[in-house]
């Protein structure tokens, strides 16, 4: 039986007094796509959060093929194997596409500051490595011709892909995907699923899938998880969720209150 | 004992500038997230205006157009400079930060810094290199007490700077502009969409800043007679970092950490040297800031002064 | 017809820029002093004229002539002449490695400054001085414009730089009595002055980390308070260290900051800043800059990028601090106060962020603009800020902002209309 690639226990966080997640579980592993979903507020991204180390987890653990990850700072845990994009496309106004995808490698490069100062051969060869995959990256995601875009000038859209490829760039084991489709109408929303499955079929990663659109959800993932208040009130195969009174509960039920 | 006590006056006195210059500077970056450097030379400018106001009413005092004792004249120069101050920190905003206002901070931070330049040379070149003496208005008169002497300046100066305080505390929670000038701390994007007309109170936050810092100008000039063009640097900058250690959005906070700043600043000179009185001084500061960046009341200070 | 004749400059590679500068600045040499008398000036004018044109506005159109035909049209003639010639010795060159190729424009452009300078002290004076200012510019700008932080604290580091500088050279090689001990031999001063500078800028870096460490640790407007702090405590610092003679200042350095080390020194720093700005981790800057957190998320490890970016450019501070004692050869802590502050701040923001392009154009015109209008004396100082102003206004991040230097794409012949290799 192979260990899992992420293993979460018991996690809880609270921010101030509010308990914001409550007791969290998740196995997952490789090669497999999974769904977070549930209402505003609910605590979704407080989970990406805390397990791609942005905060420390008040109580629990997270593992990661094996290894404990919890109380590591961000940018080790990504480098470790965890990457991300973020609801609001956390893009750097200033920097072209190309340099997006580029700054990805960070953890990869070995010249160190001697290098960077003083421009030598080595650092000038993993310069070029590092240009040829980011391309290479691009050319996949089908935006190379935007390469020297500043990404403030890009269509939502194209956006979009430039996030998951940065984050691909890092050559992670498990993908979180923060409500990647937001914003989008139906051609783009294939798009992305499109690119969704190619990402998962291409690369061999797990992803996780923060999702609003149920049909999303339904198409891609093989197992959701239901948050709702912090906590996981339902597990289980996409026609299991659709059909479970807690969820549509926990979804109508606060429509009702209104 | 005494000794002690003595120099506790003279801090209240020297915390007292720096007090209401921090709070023009805590107000304008409430709501604005800008820190205004022209501020410190705004204390300047009115401290040159009171000058100004001041010679102007004892002239016409003493040529018998209007009979004025001195306290009145000295009450009407307060009020009427710090009137005009107003204005001058109105106009400020007006050709350098409004047309900034979607610009990255930083640039408007250094607008700011080059109209203080402005305002120095243009003094400078106006009024000469030459000293400039405040007009006596108040004699001197030092009451003991138990040992310690203070003087009655100094209690005024004191006095009216808390009550300037306060009376900006009232303004800022009970008037209708104060809660206008909070809601503008919290969320400057809603506020035009509540009907409140944003330029106008942002304006009224400048001219209420500058009115103060015009005040400790005019103050300043009564406790130490002589001006020059550079005072403002002096203050300014020291009084920009009392606001900070207030923390944001806090009337409180400025003027309490300016008070602070005051009593740190002479408590050093009390024990130290003099001249190692800014480098203790600020290294304490820097502590302060090490481990409790942020402030005393109000929040923490979120944004960065960023592009 | 204009637009034709413009079009045509565009093939006009770097090579033969410098050389028509090289023409313009040996002319002057050979015959400005004829010239300008020609012209009815007195003398040849010192700073491009523009005090000349100020302090006597009649001879204005005298200035004018003479700029035109000294300045202007052999750099305007020579360029355009040249350019197969020099089109075709840039191919050349650039077969070789690159270095050969930078060596030889480095060279033309030292050449063409000696010349210019050679006619007066006080040239070679505002040219050192000027060198030195894009060098703290620079500097400042990496923090303020790469990485996106407002820092007060630059004079600091200069200040720190200048005087562990200037009390190794003077206590060394100086005064004997400064350190209580003899005095080590002459010739060998000059060889040990680049370890002095880099000492100087060692121990900047070791301040910066007092300023860093901090205000890293918070997010906020604290670096702007924390390193103004700073500035206020070296100056107070060396104001009651006795043993730097406090705020008499300290003078007579031994004079070994003269061009050619001066210019050695502004291009190790233009290159090494641009080499790391240029580079992936250089590059991290940015990325905290616009957006911390996914920095974060992308494996950027954001305190060290930080860290390493606040220190490279405190070192540099500290270098030019050093080199700026040596040129004038007297140093007090008034030199490192708010008016400095102001003064690198204008050159930062005028010329442009995150640009090295920027950086130097904006410390040569302010400085230049600055020695210029010496005789508007206090109306200088209010020109410029109108100046600086009127930029922020218009072009809120500088003149030329976000601009890459490519050092390849400088060098490379232009054979295609356009600019194209």
């Known amino acids: 039986m192979t260990s899992p690639l992420l293993q979460v226990r018991n996690m809880s966080h609270d921010f101030g007094g509010l308990r914001a997640v409550s007791d969290y579980n998740l196995e997952m592993g490789s090669g497999q796509i999974r769904g977070l979903i549930g209402p505003n507020g609910a605590g979704k991204t407080t989970v990406f959060n805390l397990i791609a180390g942005m905060y420390k987890p008040s109580e629990g653990e997270i593992f990661l093929e094996g290894v404990k990850i919890d109380g590591l700072p961000p940018h080790l845990i990504a480098a470790r194997g965890v990457g991300r994009t973020f609801q609001n496309l956390l893009l750097w106004r200033h920097m072209t596409v190309l340099d997006h995808v580029k700054m990805a490698r960070y953890s990869k490069i070995r010249y160190g500051l001697f290098g960077a100062f003083f421009g030598t051969p080595g650092r000038n060869r993993e310069e070029a490595e590092i240009e040829e995959m980011a391309v290479s990256l691009l050319e996949r995601m089908g935006i190379r011709h935007l390469a020297d875009q500043v990404v403030l000038n890009l269509p939502y859209g194209a956006q979009r892909r430039v996030e998951i490829a940065r984050a691909l760039a890092t050559e992670p084991r498990i993908l979180l995907l923060d409500e990647p489709t937001a914003g989008m109408n139906p051609e783009e929303l294939a798009q992305i699923m499109e690119i969704i499955r190619r990402v998962h079929g291409e690369f061999g990663l797990s992803i996780l899938l923060i999702e609003h659109r149920m049909k999303v959800v339904m198409e891609l993932c093989t197992t959701i998880q239901t948050l709702d208040f912090g906590s996981v009130i339902a597990e289980g195969t996409p026609e299991e969720i659709q059909n479970n009174p807690r969820v549509i509960d926990a979804y109508l039920g606060r429509e009702g209150a209104v | ?307 | 017809m204009i637009r034709k004749i413009i079009a045509s400059y565009s093939r006009v590679p770097l090579l033969g820029w410098l050389l028509g500068a090289l023409a313009a600045v040996a002319l002057e040499r050979l015959a400005g002093a004829p010239i300008a008398n020609f012209l009815g000036l007195q003398k040849i004018p010192v700073l491009f004229g523009l005090s000349d044109m100020i302090k006597s506005p009649v001879r204005i159109p005298n200035v004018i002539g003479y700029l035109l035909i000294v300045y202007a049209i052999p750099a305007a003639v020579v360029p355009r002449i040249c350019i197969s010639p020099a089109n075709g010795i840039a191919a050349l060159l650039l077969r070789y490695p690159m270095a050969i190729s930078a060596a030889v424009h480095l060279g033309l452009l030292y050449a063409i400054l000696h010349v210019w300078s050679g006619i007066s002290d006080y040239r070679v004076l505002v040219l050192r001085l000027t060198l030195i200012a894009v060098m703290l510019t620079l500097s400042l700008n990496v923090v303020n414009g790469y990485m996106g932080e407002f820092s007060c604290s630059h004079p600091g580091f200069m200040a720190l730089g200048a005087y562990c500088a200037s009390v190794l050279t003077i206590g060394l090689f100086g005064d004997p009595e400064f350190f209580g001990v003899a005095s080590l031999p002459e010739p060998l001063g000059p060889f040990l002055f680049p370890a002095v500078l880099i000492l100087g800028g060692l121990l900047a870096s070791v301040g910066a980390l007092f300023v860093a460490v901090p205000s890293f640790r918070t997010r906020g407007d604290y670096l702007a308070i924390i390193s103004l702090a700073f500035l206020f405590i070296v100056k107070s610092l060396i104001e009651n260290l006795e043993f730097v003679h406090g705020s008499r200042g300290l003078s007579d350095q031994p004079d070994w900051a003269g061009l050619p080390t001066v210019f050695i020194w502004t291009i190790l720093c233009i290159w090494s800043i641009n080499n790391f700005v240029r580079s992936t981790i250089g590059k991290a800057l940015n990325a905290v800059r616009d957006n911390e957190m996914a920095a974060d998320a992308m494996t950027v490890d954001t305190r060290r990028t930080k860290m390493a970016a606040f220190l490279f450019a405190a070192f540099w501070a500290g270098i030019a601090g050093g080199l700026f004692a040596h040129v004038m050869r007297y140093v007090n802590p008034g030199n490192f106060g708010i008016q400095n502050l102001a003064e690198v701040l204008a050159m930062v923001y005028f010329g442009g962020l995150n640009s090295v392009y920027g950086s130097i154009v904006g410390a040569v015109s302010i400085s230049l603009l600055g020695e210029a209008l010496r005789p508007l004396e206090i109306f200088k100082w209010i020109i410029i800020p109108l100046l600086l102003i009127l930029v922020m206004i218009f072009r809120p991040t500088g003149l030329i902002a976000f601009r890459d230097l490519d050092v390849a794409n400088l060098l490379k012949p232009k054979r295609q209309p356009g600019g194209e290799a």
Do not use: C
């Open chain 2, 1 to 307: 004992m005494v000794y002690f006590l003595q120099n506790l006056v003279n801090a209240l006195q020297w915390g007292s500038f720096y007090a209401l210059i921090a709070l023009g500077y805590s107000m304008v970056y409430s709501i604005l997230m800008l820190f205004n450097f022209a501020h410190g030379d705004i204390f300047m400018v009115g401290a040159y205006i009171g000058f100004g106001v001041s010679t102007a009413l004892i002239a016409l005092a003493s040529m018998g157009v209007v009979a004025m004792p001195n306290w009145l004249i000295l009450v009407m120069t307060i009020l009427f400079s710090m009137f005009l101050t107003s204005f001058v920190g109105v106009i400020v905003e007006r050709v350098a930060y409004r047309p900034l206002r979607n610009a990255p901070r930083a640039s408007a931070a250094i607008t700011g810094l080059m109209i203080g330049i402005i305002l120095e040379t243009g003094n400078l070149a106006l009024m000469g290199a030459r000293r400039i003496s405040f007009p006596s208005l108040i004699a001197t008169a030092t009451y003991d007490i138990g040992g310690v002497f203070v003087t009655n300046k100094k209690i005024m100066i004191v006095v009216v700077s808390l009550l300037l305080a306060l009376a900006l505390h009232q303004f800022v929670r009970r008037t209708k502009w104060g809660m206008a000038i909070r809601a503008m701390a919290f969320d400057s994007a809603v506020v035009p969409l509540m009907g409140v007309p944003l330029n106008r109170m942002i304006a009224l936050t400048f001219a209420v800043g500058s009115a103060l810092a015009a005040a400790a100008g005019i103050l300043f000039g009564i406790a130490y007679p002589v001006l020059d063009p550079y005072m403002g640097i002096l203050f300014g900058w020291k009084a920009f970092v009392a606001a900070i250690l207030g923390g944001r959005g806090s009337v409180m906070g400025a003027t309490l950490a300016g008070f602070l700043l005051g009593f740190t600043e002479i408590f050093v000179a009390m024990i130290f040297p003099s001249t190692l009185r800014d480098l203790i001084a600020y290294s304490i500061i820097l502590l302060i800031l090490t481990f409790r960046p942020h402030g005393f009341f109000g929040e923490p200070y979120s944004a960065r002064l960023r592009l």
